[in-house]
C-alpha cells in the first residue's frame, strides 16, 4: 500500500461513521443508541471526525464520504490517487481561504467595536487618556515609589473584555502576580510607569496594546480591548526576581524527584 493509500486509509479508520450500516440499497444511520464497545467507539469516533470538519466549515456530499469510507475499507476506490491528492489539496486551500476570510470579519468586527466602546469610555469622568491610546482612571491615589522599565512589580489586578466578562484574575486567586514591568503587554508597561506603589487604576486597553490581531486563548478574540483591575502593590529589582522565580522551579522539580524516591522506596519494602 503506498504512503497515499496508507494516509487515506487511516483517515477513513478515524472517520467512522458511527451507525452507518450498508444495506443493498445504500448506506444509512443507525437509529439506536450504541451498546457495545464497537458501537461505541465507533460513534466517539464519527463524532469527533463530523465535529472537526463542521468547525473547519468543509462540507460534505455523505453518499460519496460514506463510498469512500468504505471503499477504503474494501481496498477499492474510484478515483485514482493522483485525483484524490488533488482534491484533498484543493479542498486544503479552499478551507483555509474561507477560515482567512472569516477571521478577517471578525477582526473587523471587533476592532470597529474596541474602537466604539474606547470612544465612548473616553468621555467619561476621570478617565485620562495618553498619546499612545492607552485610557485610565484613578481608584486610589499612591504615594510610593513608581516603577521603572528595568524593574519587576506585585500586583493584584483583574482582567476583563468590555462587557465585563473575567478572563483571569490574581484576585480570585488570592495570590498577588509579579513580574518583570517588561515582561507584560504593552499597555501594562506604559501603566505600571505612570503607577506610584499603593494605587488602584483601572486601565482601557486598546487592541495594539493588548494581544492585537493574535487575541490569547478563547477568551480574548482578535483585536479586542480590555479592562484591567490593577492595584500595585510593591516594587522589585527584575534581576533578583527572575533568580527567585527560578530557584522556586528548582525547588519545585527537587521536591518531585524527593517525593517520587520515596515512593518507590516506600513500594519496595
Known amino acids: 500500500m503506498n504512503k497515499f493509500k496508507s494516509g487515506v486509509a487511516i483517515m477513513a479508520a478515524l472517520a467512522i461513521l458511527s451507525g452507518c450500516e450498508q444495506e443493498s440499497n445504500g448506506l444509512s444511520r443507525a437509529s439506536e443508541v450504541p451498546q457495545t464497545d464497537a458501537q461505541k467507539q465507533s460513534y466517539a469516533l464519527g463524532q469527533n471526525m463530523g465535529g472537526s470538519l463542521e468547525a473547519a466549515g468543509v462540507q460534505i456530499e455523505n453518499s460519496y464520504f460514506n463510498a469512500g469510507f468504505y471503499d477504503a475499507m474494501d481496498g477499492e476506490q474510484l478515483m485514482t490517487d493522483e485525483e484524490m491528492q488533488q482534491a484533498l489539496v484543493a479542498l486544503q486551500q479552499a478551507t483555509q481561504a474561507a477560515q482567512v476570510e472569516k477571521r478577517n470579519e471578525l477582526m473587523g468586527a471587533n476592532l470597529a467595536e474596541a474602537e466604539k466602546n474606547l470612544a465612548d469610555n473616553a468621555a467619561k469622568d476621570g478617565v485620562i ?53 517588561q515582561g507584560v503587554i504593552a499597555g501594562w508597561t506604559e501603566a505600571l510607569q505612570l503607577m506610584p506603589v499603593g494605587s488602584k487604576w483601572q486601565l482601557f486597553v486598546p487592541p495594539a496594546l493588548a494581544y492585537g490581531e493574535s487575541g490569547a486563548g478563547n477568551a480574548i478574540q482578535p483585536n479586542s480591548a480590555l479592562v484591567f ?16 522565580a527560578a530557584d522556586a522551579a528548582q525547588a519545585a522539580i527537587k521536591e518531585a524527584m524527593d517525593n517520587a524516591a520515596a515512593e518507590v522506596k516506600a513500594a519496595a519494602e
Do not use: C, M, W
Request: charged content about 20%; overall charge negative.
Open 129 to 181: 487618556t495618553t498619546e499612545s491610546g492607552l485610557q485610565y482612571k484613578i481608584i486610589t491615589a499612591g504615594d510610593g515609589a513608581i516603577p521603572t522599565a528595568s524593574d519587576a512589580v506585585s500586583v493584584h489586578y483583574e482582567g476583563k473584555l468590555f462587557d465585563g466578562t473575567v478572563f483571569d484574575s490574581s484576585i480570585q486567586r488570592g495570590e498577588p502576580a509579579t513580574f518583570p514591568v
Open 229 to 244: 483591575d490593577v492595584e500595585l502593590l510593591s516594587i522589585h529589582d527584575a534581576n533578583k526576581s527572575e533568580a527567585s
